[in-house]
């Protein structure tokens, strides 16, 4: 009998050992997952600064306006988020923030290297540069000087204002000016430089609340996959990895290598796709990528969706008294896409992540018309068979976005066209706009 008491002891020792070393790898993944999503552009530096500005494209982003404008109004002009480590720069700097990280340009994710031609540094963008906004629940008193704990990693930063910084150089007579001036705070056209010939910008979606979304059986190639369904029109959806490697190639990873050869460059061309068996033979920033992105989706489950009750002064816009009558009138008028169907679990995002043709929606149809995950598209191997399998090939439909933490992320619908943006992240502010 002590003998079996004894193997069972070691038995539980080693579960427990098991899992307090599980635990700590996976603390581990989403705290190199969290640097990777502040401060990792895969190379895409070298797009901005050093392809970009030259033909075909010859638009040159005003990262050199923004980086140098006044720390004081930097919000206030672009809705970038400063960075709490710097402090202003002067001339031996460039005129460029004074930072303890050497790669920080005083802008949450935006990044500088150095020039292999000893010009200015070369400048590039993480997924934080659009994601990371003010933190909804522990705002700053002043946006233009944030604290470390006044920034969320995923909120989707609805007051950035990418339109100027395309803008920045351009003529008010050059065409792209006016595109770009169509784009709403806290909005941007993916499928801008990777060009789908169509202006459709799209809002900086918020994540978080990921572990409670629906997940949706798919292949890829014939491979079977079970996943969360990602973007706009439910384009992204053959999981987080592969998700976030299609963002990198977006902004600039590997661009000269693997992703100017299949944009569809002259007159009477089409896009082909990009190929990962051939990019990882030629870009080696690919393979660091596809080593990384497993960590990144790892802290991608950890942000929570923020809760208005938990604001400082947050509970004071509750009108509890018509909370119940509220809840009820969405489950019979909304719940249809707007829930999981199960309205006994308290984590529900508030969307079934299924997808609608844009004519059934009634809005804005340009977002949802995107081609470049169609078959012989440019990122045709992003998207799943069954994205290619829909009537139209894959365009042509909007995904039930989760409505989860819906008070913070005000102004509304895919182009953010729903509402006023008054540019005030105090929970104030928020509530004004929601």
Not at 377 to 386: G, N, P, V
């Amino acid at each position: 009998m002590r003998k079996i008491l004894t193997t069972v002891m070691l038995y539980i020792a080693m579960l427990l050992l098991t899992s307090a070393v599980c635990f700590a790898e996976n603390k581990k993944d989403i705290a190199e997952g969290r640097n990777i999503w502040f401060n990792s552009t895969f190379g895409g530096e070298r797009f901005f600064s050093l392809i970009l500005p030259n033909a075909p494209f010859s638009l040159q982003i005003g990262f050199d306006q923004m980086l140098t404008s006044s720390r004081d109004n930097r919000f206030d002009e672009y809705g970038v988020v400063n960075d709490p480590e710097c402090t202003p720069g002067d001339a031996s700097t460039g005129y460029l923030d004074r930072c303890t990280d050497p790669e920080s340009t005083g802008v949450i994710g935006v990044r500088k290297f150095p020039n292999p031609s000893g010009g200015p540094p070369l400048i590039g963008i993480t997924c934080a540069a659009c994601h990371a906004g003010f933190d909804p629940v522990r705002p700053p008193s002043n946006p233009n000087t944030p604290q470390k704990e006044n920034i969320y990693p995923t909120v989707g930063n609805q007051y950035l204002r990418i339109d100027k910084l395309f803008k920045g150089h351009l003529s008010p007579h050059d065409p792209r000016y006016q595109i770009f001036s169509s784009w709403a705070p806290g909005t941007v056209d993916t499928t801008l430089l990777e060009n789908d010939h169509i202006n459709n910008p799209g809002m900086i979606t918020p994540i978080w609340s990921v572990p409670d979304r629906p997940f949706f059986d798919v292949t890829a190639n014939g491979e079977p996959a079970r996943v969360h369904r990602n973007g706009q029109g439910g384009e992204d959806d053959i999981g987080c990895e592969q998700a976030a490697l299609r963002v990198y190639f977006n902004i600039g990873m590997c661009a000269a290598e693997c992703m100017i050869g299949h944009l569809a460059n002259g007159p009477g061309r089409s896009q082909t796709p990009i190929n990962l068996a051939e990019c990882r033979q030629v870009c080696p920033e690919l393979l660091q990528a596809e080593e990384s992105v497993g960590k990144l989706c790892a802290f991608l489950q950890t942000p929570r969706a923020p809760r208005l009750v938990h604001a400082q002064e947050g509970a004071d816009y509750i009108d509890w008294k018509v909370v119940g009558k509220g809840k009820r009138v969405f489950f019979q008028a909304c719940e249809s896409c707007h829930s999981d169907g199960d309205r006994s679990v308290r984590r529900d995002v508030l969307s079934n992540d299924l997808i609608h043709p844009f004519t059934e929606i009634g809005t804005n149809s340009c977002r949802a018309r995107t081609t470049n995950w169609m078959a012989g598209h440019i990122w045709a191997i992003f998207s799943s068979d069954q994205y290619k399998e829909r009537p139209t090939g894959g365009p042509g439909f909007y995904r039930n976005m989760p409505l989860v933490g819906i008070w913070a992320t005000a102004p509304f619908f895919h182009n953010n066209r729903l509402g006023r943006s008054i540019g005030d992240p105090s929970v104030a502010g928020r509530i004004a706009a929601y």
